[in-house]
């Protein structure tokens, strides 16, 4: 009969839908994979390496940059590099979401509250690379901002 066989149908129809669902808010729960590493947001500042802002060589040309984000700053505020250095950030927020973006690059970041974000640049061209934070994240928003110097 054409109704048990449509009933069925949609009833194979709505499983599937669930499923996909389900499916769905399983991978998104996961997070993109630069963002799986945890952090208490309270305990930033105990919490290695966030103890420890800074900017630090880890090779020839390597260098680590070790960053908390909070409103309304980036730190390190300061941030000074060889030209032709590969950099690898490691950051998290301290209270709200924050966005890095670095002007004149590809590097463009999201950083949140309880996750520990990685992105790597290569610098090959001296300068100063201004760092926009590009989430809304309160009423000194447009004046979170500092410069990569390349030299
Ligand atoms: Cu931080 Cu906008």
């Known amino acids: 009969r054409y109704e048990e066989i449509w009933l069925m149908l949609s009833g194979a129809m709505l499983v599937i839908f669930m499923v996909i669902t389900g499916y769905q808010t399983f991978a998104l729960g996961m997070g993109p994979p630069s963002n799986k590493e945890t952090i208490d947001p309270e305990k930033v500042d105990e919490t290695a390496p966030f103890d420890k802002p800074g900017v630090y060589q880890t090779g020839d040309h390597e260098y680590e940059v070790v960053m908390t984000l909070e409103v309304f700053n980036f730190n ?19 209270d709200v979401v924050h966005g890095f ?27 100063e690379y201004l760092v926009l934070c590009n989430e809304y994240c309160g009423t000194g928003h447009q004046h979170m901002s500092t410069v990569i110097t390349v030299k």
């Open 101 to 127: 973006q670095v002007v004149d690059t590809n590097l463009n970041a999201m950083v949140m509250p309880g996750h520990i974000q990685r992105a790597t640049q290569k610098f090959s061209k001296p300068g």
């Open 76 to 94: 390190p505020g300061k941030i000074e590099i060889p030209a032709g250095s590969t950099v690898t950030f490691i950051m998290t927020s301290k």
